[in-house]
Structures are given as C-alpha cells and as structure tokens.
C-alpha cells in the first residue's frame, strides 16, 4: 500500500487499473494498493452466519439513517475516519445487554447497557399458570442504566421477562423466575 502526496496526476484518479492497481481516498489521502482478489476457500458456516448478520446491520442501519435526528445522533458519534453509516451498523450488529434483574418491593429494576444506546425496556409479569397479569415500558433511572418498573402485583411463582431494544430494534430477553 502506498499513500499518494501532492501529485498532480492522482489527484483526479479512483477505481483499478489494469486489474492489478486499485486507487482510493480514505481520511482525505490518497491509497495506491493492489487490487484484491476473491478467496478461494469455501466460507465457514461461522463466515456465512457473520455475513448473514452483517447484511442484516446493514439493511437496519440504512433504515436508521433516513431520521435526520438518528443520523445527527450517529454522526456525533463517529471518530476519524468513521461516518454515520459505520457508526448505525456497529449498533446494529450488536444487541443491548440485560445485566442484572431485581427487585426492590413491588419495583423491578433492570440494568440494561449498550455500547450506544438501549432505547427502550419493556417487563411483562407472568404469574405461575401463564397468564401476563401486568406488562408495559420500563422508564430510564437518573444514571443512564437502571430502567424502573412499579408492577400492580409480583405473584410468587411466576416469572418476570425483560425484553431490552437498541435503537436499531435489536431484542435481548431475559427472565427472572418469582419466588
């Protein structure tokens, strides 16, 4: 790989040349580099699910890029180099997680982190015979973490399911069995 300063005849030159030479800019340089090939080894089914998930991210990420304000959002968090689209699909590659579920009286309190945001957490409260007997949106605590819950009853025997949403609509669910 080469970079390419002040010369006056790559200014203006993109793409490859006679299949050998690919010519790109990358951060306002200019990158002579040669031109890549496909492999010829037959993916892994660990390369194809990881293929399968990238196209995914990417299909939501260009769906969160057409709100101007999740755009904005995304382009405050690009580095160097980076720019909204690369900063919407690493979120939406990547799940929120759900790290600690409890209760405090008849509050649930779930502790939820993504690497950008967790959007929103939703609590259904499932007695002992199945049925939901309270559900609804958890609100966010003053630290940026804890999500808060004030169920109607928490019967014993039952379960609490937590279902937490990245901006992109990535789910992560969990439960927590009531004794």
């Known amino acids: 790989m080469a970079i390419v300063k002040d010369n006056i005849l790559m200014q203006l030159v993109r793409g490859t040349l006679g ?4 010519i790109y ?29 990238m196209t995914i991210a990417s299909m939501r990420a260009q769906i969160m890029l057409e709100d101007p304000q999740i755009k904005a959002y995304y382009q405050s968090l690009a580095g160097p180099g980076q720019n909204a689209y690369n900063i919407a699909v690493k979120d939406a590659y990547r799940s929120p997680e759900v790290q600690n579920i409890r209760l405090e009286g008849d509050e649930v309190v779930v502790t939820a982190q993504n690497e950008f945001r967790v959007a929103e ?9 199945g049925v939901v007997t309270c ?16 169920a109607a009853a928490l019967p014993a025997g039952g379960k609490v399911i937590v279902v937490a ?15």
Do not use: C
Request: aromatic content about 6%; charged content about 35%.
């Open 135 to 150: 559900n609804g949106r958890a609100f966010l605590g003053r630290n940026g973490v804890d999500w808060y819950y004030k």
């Open 25 to 53: 800019e990358r951060n306002g340089q200019i990158i002579m580099a040669k031109k890549r090939g496909h492999s010829k080894k037959k993916p892994t089914q660990k390369q194809l699910e990881a293929r399968h998930k």
């Open 19 to 22: 299949k050998q030479i690919t």
């Open 165 to 179: 949403k990245s901006l992109p609509g990535n789910r992560t669910v969990r439960e927590l069995l009531l004794t």
């Open 121 to 129: 957490v939703e609590i259904n409260v499932i007695d002992a015979d």
